[in-house]
């Protein structure tokens, strides 16, 4: 299906273009959002009509995200979740985490503005990026951690799990006996004789 994009749309083109895509992408998510009309004689006389309305409604728009921007652009965010001790969350942090964070801090994004490549299950620091505007988007970093301590050492860089590890090791050490068999246990006493009590 052709359609005239009425915004920028990333991968597919400019306010104005004239772009083949599939019919459902069309139908379930270009057009009714208003981000595209069908490519016909009527459509493309009413958008030459008001692409000068279009164009200027776009840069209004872009200008209000660019200056949403500034506040949100490099912000770091922490969030407190249960983990396991390997690390990995029970549950994940989806992009209604990350909304409901970032307005309590004051910012304004809505959760389809959050882009999650992949869910976050784990602890650690993680980059998210927001799309303010079609050509507007930042990069945030969310800090998740098991506790606001832990938190803290890893905003300094230090990685939690593996020092974690590390300490497990240091502190274990197994007796070794060249002797054994694979699958004993080792005893101090021999083990005592079968009786019979028949």
């Known amino acids: ?36 009309l069908r490519a016909n004689e009527a459509n493309k006389k009413v958008f030459e009509a008001n692409r000068a309305k279009i164009e200027s409604d776009n840069a209004d728009r872009r200008a209000a995200a660019e200056a949403d921007a500034k506040g949100i652009d490099g912000k770091t965010v922490q969030l407190i979740r249960q ?23 004051g910012a304004k994004v809505a959760k389809n503005q959050i882009v999650l490549d992949r869910p976050i299950k784990a602890i650690g620091l993680h980059e998210v990026k927001i799309t303010l505007h079609p050509e507007v988007s930042v990069t945030i970093k969310v800090n998740v951690a098991r506790s606001p301590e832990e938190a803290d050492l890893q905003a300094q860089g230090v990685d939690v799990m593996a020092q974690m590890f590390e300490r ?24 005592a004789e079968p009786t019979d009590q028949a």
């Open 1 to 36: 299906m052709d359609v005239i994009l009425l915004e920028r749309v990333e991968k597919l083109g400019q306010i104005g273009d004239v772009v083949t895509v599939k019919n459902g992408f069309a139908r379930n998510f270009l057009l009714p959002n208003n981000k595209a």
């Open 83 to 105: 983990a396991s001790n390997t690390g990995q969350l029970y549950g994940s942090v989806a992009a209604r985490d990350l909304a409901d964070l970032l307005a309590e801090d």
């Open 168 to 191: 497990d090791e240091a502190g274990f050490t197994e007796d070794y006996d060249p002797n054994a068999e694979p699958g004993e246990i080792a005893t101090d006493a021999p083990a």
